[in-house]
């Protein structure tokens, strides 16, 4: 079984500049989460997808981030603009049923803003 | 919210000691308490978990105990090797939402 993919696994842009990052989850995966793991740090949710709807997107900084899972599969999460204490790894997970299901994590993306 | 604090940050073993990671959260509606371990350059990856009704589960040389009343939960390692070394995450789940620590590095020394 394929794991949770993600592109691009590394990423440098400078502050002010847009960056966007691509998930795929494993098929069949209901739910969808993008994670965001500021270095020495655990995850931080930042947005929960089942199917193509929201179902929490509370902690997620929506002056500047934004995300979209068309057609209930890929997803992609977007910075516009960039901060520089928006360098870390984004991380996207996906799980068959709701939250009380496990969750698969990808390997990330590490994001660097200079 | 859901607030889990970690404990130790950094913990170095022996190889064939046993490790131990301490966790306490503050939401007494968790109710699912998952154990990741994360590898450099890798997402993490889920080792072992225990729900709000069993006191303690163990996996060949992973084991997990639970304390609902005092709210904190441990993580032990037995017999350590050097494919152990990672940094190991606790987690809690309050109302369906995930609580993530800041993590333990373990390293593990031949």
């Known amino acids: 079984e394929a794991g949770v993919a993600q592109s691009p696994r590394y990423k440098i842009i400078e502050k002010r500049q847009s960056v966007a990052f691509w998930c795929n989850p494993i098929?069949?995966?209901?739910?969808l989460y993008w994670y965001q793991q500021i270095l020495g740090q655990g995850p931080k949710l930042l947005i929960q997808?089942?199917?193509?709807?929201?179902?929490?997107d509370s902690q997620l900084p929506k002056d500047r981030f934004s995300a979209e899972r068309l057609k209930g599969v890929d997803s992609t999460l977007k910075i516009q603009p960039a901060k520089l204490e928006d360098s870390a790894v984004y991380l996207c997970?996906?799980?068959?049923?709701?939250?009380?299901?496990?969750?698969?994590f990808g390997q990330g993306t590490r994001l660097t803003v200079v | 919210g859901e607030n889990v604090e970690q404990h130790p940050s950094t913990l170095s073993v022996q190889e064939g000691d046993s490790a131990v990671i301490k966790c306490t959260y503050s939401?007494?509606?968790?109710?699912?308490f998952p154990w990741y371990k994360q590898e450099l350059g890798k997402g993490p990856q889920l080792i072992i978990d225990?729900?709000?009704?069993?006191g303690e589960k163990k996996d060949q040389r992973i084991a997990v105990t639970l304390n609902k009343t005092a709210k904190h939960f441990s993580l032990h390692i037995t017999e350590t090797q050097p494919e152990d070394s990672a940094v190991y995450f606790c987690?809690?789940?309050?109302?369906?939402?995930?609580?993530f620590g800041a993590g333990t590095q373990v390293v593990v020394t031949p």
């Open positions: 997970a996906s799980s068959w049923g709701d939250s009380n299901t496990e969750a698969f």
């Open positions: 098929s069949g995966h209901a739910t």
């Open positions: 997808f089942q199917n193509n709807g929201v179902v929490d």
């Open positions: 939401d007494s509606a968790s109710n699912y």
């Open positions: 225990i729900r709000s009704n069993v």
């Open positions: 987690a809690a789940r309050s109302w369906g939402k995930l609580q």
